[in-house]
């Protein structure tokens, strides 16, 4: 299993600054234009997560697998206690650099191993974002999980769709659609959902992006 983490290890360490431009819109005019067509879902899972996150009631948040630390500085502006962490150091140094840049003091960065640390506190909530899908023993990160939130602790998973409308679309051309190299399960929320319970969950809201569109209408004008 250490095998496995060291490679997902290298993959964001290699490819750090090309994640963090999908929010930052730093990359070239191609990139920020490739990433408007094809990664909007990963900017819009993040914007309803900080939706979600950035509510009353909540103080400390842990944001597992936190990249460049936006979604935690973020928070962080609204008063949120935060601390993201990631076993990259390429992310974590981002992050670093980006907190000290806007001078914010309410967020903190973690390079370390979750499943491997032990934290002093307890959490409100905990998101896992567009993570799951790159683990190889999701029982175990879920007990990791309710091992460091508070008695009444949420969860908060974001991950793609396996049936979503463009891998759905793939399959008439392909064996398979192409995902990401580094992800090793397919999931969608059914899956999700029995994962949970078999490992002790109560789930209490589930959203797709497809729920999203009523709400947050885009022109085609808008997303270019």
């Not at 990963?42 to 460049?68: H, M, N, T, W, Y």
């Not at 500085?73 to 962490?85: H, V």
């Not at 409308?165 to 397919?186: G, Q, R, W």
């Not at 209408?217 to 997303?223: D, T």
């Amino acid at each position: 299993m250490k095998n496995n983490r060291s490679r997902t290890k290298i993959f964001f360490e290699n490819n750090a600054g090309s994640f963090d431009g999908i929010y930052s819109g730093r990359s070239n005019f191609i990139i920020n234009a490739i990433n408007r067509i094809f990664r909007w879902d990963i900017k819009k899972r993040f914007e309803i997560a900080f939706q979600r996150l950035s509510a009353p009631g909540i103080d400390a948040v842990l944001d597992i697998g936190c990249g460049g630390g936006r979604l935690s500085l973020e928070l962080a502006r609204c008063g949120k206690k935060t601390l993201g962490i990631d076993f990259s150091s390429a992310m974590i140094g981002a992050a670093q650099n980006l907190k000290q840049e806007e001078k914010i003091s309410l967020a903190d960065f973690l390079c370390a191993d979750f499943m491997e640390y032990n934290f002093d506190i307890k959490f409100d909530v905990i998101f896992a974002g567009d993570l799951i899908e790159h683990l190889s023993n999701l029982g175990s990160f879920l007990d990791s999980c309710k091992r460091n939130l508070k008695d009444n602790g949420k969860l908060i998973i974001t991950t793609p769709n396996t049936f979503g409308l463009f891998n759905i679309m793939e399959k008439f051309f392909k064996k398979e659609p192409e995902v990401n190299s580094d992800h090793t399960v397919y999931l969608n929320f059914s899956v999700l959902k029995k994962l949970l319970e078999k490992n002790g969950w109560k789930v209490n809201k589930e959203m797709y992006l497809d729920d999203v569109w009523s709400k947050y209408k885009q022109s085609l004008k808008r997303k270019f």
